[in-house]
């Protein structure tokens, strides 16, 4: 069995654990201060505004994909929504908006204290990490967008997954879907890993729940109207090449190179414009499903434990960024829950997530209208940024032959570690039935 944390020649002292977790809340607090007065503020980029309309909007009865386009899921809205009921203007609105994600942040750190207590690690360093990210990111990012939600959605959904045969897991990752749709990339590894196991009953189930939870908050809008969601797709799918996104990279690099390349505004971000445009813009569906069908290939060939669950989780959602025609500079959130918790080859990880971070805050806000104006020292530091999170990309996937020998060679009823091994328990099976079965 995998070492609990009494046991663990790596863990704290359990007396120690409580005062970590307070010293790194105290940390988060500090920090996200420190971004919300500090200087990487930009006012002529900010959102706020903007979002201050569209909360207004949505409390004065006006209905999203009806009345006024809306790019994101139903629930979405809410967090637009909650600030405007207790702020009057702009300025109120930014701090109470900034509240809330800050509130959502402290929470996400919870999670990571009490995930890696399970996993039996040390809590310090996926603490330490976390707060390097946090302070990679900047402000623009973290507290001026609502994306750290579904970030903790999905990491908490990850969390529930070994309890109860997975069904809060799947409703909790329906909740972050239901925020934005990139937590729904996890789904294939999950339908995998209950085939795996036979656990057919707990699969019709959890995608049923999954279904009913993410389609709920669209039947009011389908009744009043039957279009909202046809305004939705057409959106997404008339979205064109956005300039931070991987596949503008090489449209951005011919530019160097004297290629003909405009940047434009659209759909509510800068696009890039030129005659090869169109045919990158239709090769991001394939690739994103290849991406993930890649992910998923891989993840189940493999055992069935915490870590690769995780992992490749992460994988999952990188896949989904990456290949994607629009990479935000907010995307760059969705990994910052699970990253930490990462045990594979986790400094390497976290120094190319935390390096992304860093020239993504470089590239928005602080040079934005370099990129946007196609500055070639810009366009290098967008490549390399994207250059980057493929490679973290490619290590997560990676996975030595003789590592995985080893661990294969173990039995997955000891991979499975004490969390999953309850499930197993709880199934009626005994740990030598599921070590055949998840082979």
């Given at each position: 069995?995998?070492?609990?944390?009494?046991?663990?020649?790596?863990?704290?002292?359990?007396?120690?654990?409580?005062?970590?977790?307070?010293?790194?809340?105290?940390?988060h607090v500090?920090?996200?201060?420190?971004?919300?007065?500090?200087?990487?503020?930009?006012?002529?980029?900010?959102?706020?505004?903007?979002?201050?309309?569209?909360?207004?909007?949505?409390?004065?009865?006006?209905?999203?994909?009806?009345?006024?386009?809306f790019?994101?899921?139903?629930?979405?809205?809410?967090?637009?929504?909650?600030?405007?009921?207790?702020?009057?203007?702009?300025?109120?609105?930014?701090?109470?908006?900034a509240?809330?994600?800050?509130?959502?942040?402290?929470?996400?750190?919870?999670?990571?204290?009490?995930?890696?207590?399970?996993?039996?690690?040390?809590?310090?360093?996926?603490?330490?990490?976390q707060?390097?990210?946090?302070?990679?990111?900047?402000?623009?990012?973290?507290?001026?967008?609502?994306?750290?939600?579904?970030?903790?959605?999905?990491?908490?959904?990850?969390?529930?997954?070994?309890?109860?045969?997975?069904?809060?897991?799947?409703?909790?990752l329906?909740?972050?879907?239901?925020?934005?749709?990139?937590?729904?990339?996890?789904?294939?590894?999950?339908?995998v890993?209950?085939?795996?196991?036979?656990?057919?009953?707990?699969l019709?189930?959890?995608?049923?729940?999954?279904?009913?939870?993410?389609?709920?908050?669209?039947?009011?809008?389908?009744?009043?109207?039957?279009?909202?969601?046809?305004?939705?797709?057409?959106?997404?799918?008339?979205?064109?090449?956005?300039?931070e996104?991987?596949?503008?990279?090489?449209?951005?690099?011919?530019?160097?190179?004297?290629?003909?390349v405009?940047?434009?505004?659209?759909?509510?971000?800068?696009?890039?414009?030129?005659?090869?445009t169109?045919?990158?813009?239709?090769?991001?569906?394939?690739?994103?499903?290849?991406?993930l069908?890649?992910?998923?290939?891989?993840?189940?060939?493999?055992?069935?434990?915490?870590?690769?669950?995780?992992?490749?989780?992460?994988?999952?959602?990188?896949?989904?960024?990456?290949?994607?025609?629009?990479?935000?500079?907010?995307?760059?959130?969705?990994?910052?829950?699970?990253?930490?918790?990462?045990?594979?080859?986790?400094?390497?990880?976290?120094?190319?997530?935390?390096?992304?971070?860093?020239?993504?805050?470089?590239?928005?806000?602080?040079?934005?209208?370099?990129?946007?104006?196609?500055?070639?020292?810009?366009?290098?530091?967008?490549?390399g940024?994207?250059?980057?999170?493929?490679?973290?990309?490619?290590?997560?996937l990676?996975?030595?032959?003789?590592?995985?020998?080893?661990?294969?060679?173990?039995?997955?009823a000891?991979?499975?570690?004490?969390?999953?091994?309850?499930?197993?328990?709880?199934?009626?099976?005994?740990?030598?039935?599921?070590?055949?079965?998840?082979?």
């Amino acid at each position: 069995m995998a070492a609990s944390l009494d046991d663990s020649p790596y863990a704290e002292a359990r007396w120690r654990q409580p005062g970590l977790l307070l010293a790194a809340l105290l940390m988060h607090v500090g920090l996200l201060a420190l971004l919300y007065f500090g200087p990487g503020y930009r006012a002529d980029l900010s959102t706020i505004p903007f979002d201050f309309t569209r909360g207004t909007q949505l409390l004065s009865g006006k209905l999203i994909y009806r009345d006024y386009p809306f790019e994101y899921p139903p629930l979405g809205a809410l967090w637009y929504a909650l600030p405007r009921l207790v702020a009057q203007d702009t300025a109120t609105y930014h701090a109470a908006f900034a509240v809330q994600m800050a509130v959502v942040d402290l929470a996400t750190v919870v999670l990571v204290w009490a995930w890696a207590r399970r996993m039996g690690q040390r809590v310090g360093p996926p603490l330490m990490a976390q707060a390097l990210f946090l302070l990679a990111a900047g402000v623009m990012i973290v507290l001026e967008r609502f994306d750290l939600v579904a970030a903790g959605l999905t990491a908490l959904a990850l969390y529930l997954w070994p309890k109860t045969g997975g069904v809060w897991g799947w409703a909790c990752l329906a909740l972050g879907a239901g925020v934005k749709i990139f937590p729904a990339a996890i789904a294939p590894l999950w339908i995998v890993e209950q085939a795996r196991r036979r656990q057919w009953g707990s699969l019709f189930i959890g995608l049923l729940i999954f279904a009913v939870t993410l389609a709920v908050p669209f039947v009011p809008l389908l009744i009043i109207a039957p279009d909202s969601l046809g305004k939705l797709l057409a959106y997404h799918q008339e979205r064109g090449v956005q300039i931070e996104s991987l596949l503008a990279t090489p449209l951005l690099i011919g530019h160097a190179f004297g290629a003909t390349v405009k940047s434009q505004f659209a759909f509510g971000s800068q696009e890039i414009n030129s005659a090869l445009t169109p045919t990158v813009a239709a090769l991001a569906t394939p690739l994103v499903i290849l991406a993930l069908a890649l992910v998923t290939w891989r993840y189940a060939r493999g055992p069935l434990d915490e870590e690769r669950r995780l992992r490749f989780a992460l994988a999952a959602i990188l896949a989904f960024t990456l290949f994607n025609k629009v990479l935000s500079a907010q995307y760059m959130i969705w990994p910052y829950t699970l990253a930490p918790l990462v045990t594979t080859r986790r400094r390497l990880a976290w120094g190319l997530y935390a390096a992304a971070l860093a020239l993504t805050q470089y590239l928005y806000p602080h040079g934005w209208n370099s990129l946007t104006g196609l500055d070639p020292q810009a366009i290098a530091v967008q490549a390399g940024r994207n250059t980057l999170l493929l490679l973290a990309w490619a290590l997560l996937l990676w996975e030595p032959r003789q590592t995985a020998r080893r661990v294969e060679e173990a039995g997955a009823a000891s991979a499975l570690g004490p969390v999953v091994g309850a499930e197993a328990t709880s199934a009626g099976s005994g740990s030598s039935g599921w070590a055949r079965r998840a082979r």
